[in-house]
């Protein structure tokens, strides 16, 4: 899994003290993910339902978990104190996609196990028109 996708071991140290403790039944096997997952939309500003695919929990268990904690105020104290996180995320997700870029390619189709779904490519400055991108499909 590419670094941009999870917590360092230091960030999660920071994030854990700010999330709710479960009154009753298991332990959240997926806290450390779901907090990856939530940070890293923000990073590089996608759904919770265009995450990689296998990367991340679910996009429904995501969504019931964001409406649980952005009621009590979860949300917001992750946001704020995981903000090197997705600061950390966004710049090293540029840095790959600029890597991947020989020119400017536009990327379709379904997921791949190298290749998720939300993918895309950006442009580098001075590439030719849309109209002469390459397509893969």
Same mark, same amino acid.
């Given at each position: ?13 920071? +994030?854990? @003290?700010? /999330? ?32 990689? +695919? ?8 995501l969504r019931s978990t964001e409406a649980r904690w952005r009621r ?24 790959? +996609?600029?890597?991947?870029? /020989? ?12 290749? @998720? ?21």
């Open positions: 899994m590419a670094n941009y996708l999870r917590l360092t071991d230091a960030e999660w140290r920071l +994030i854990q @003290p700010t /999330l709710p403790v479960p009154k009753r039944g298991p332990k959240r096997p997926q806290d450390r993910a779901t907090c990856a997952a939530f940070l890293f939309a923000q990073a590089v500003n996608v759904s919770l339902e265009s995450l990689p +695919i296998g990367h991340f929990p679910p996009a429904m268990f009590d105020g979860t949300l917001q104290r992750l946001f704020e104190v995981g903000a090197p996180a997705t600061q950390r995320m966004a710049k090293q997700f540029d840095d790959h +996609i600029i890597r991947l870029s /020989l020119d400017r390619v536009m990327v379709s189709g379904k997921a791949t196990k190298s290749l @998720p779904r939300w993918t895309h490519v950006r442009q580098r400055a001075g590439s030719a028109d849309r109209a002469s991108a390459r397509k893969i499909r």
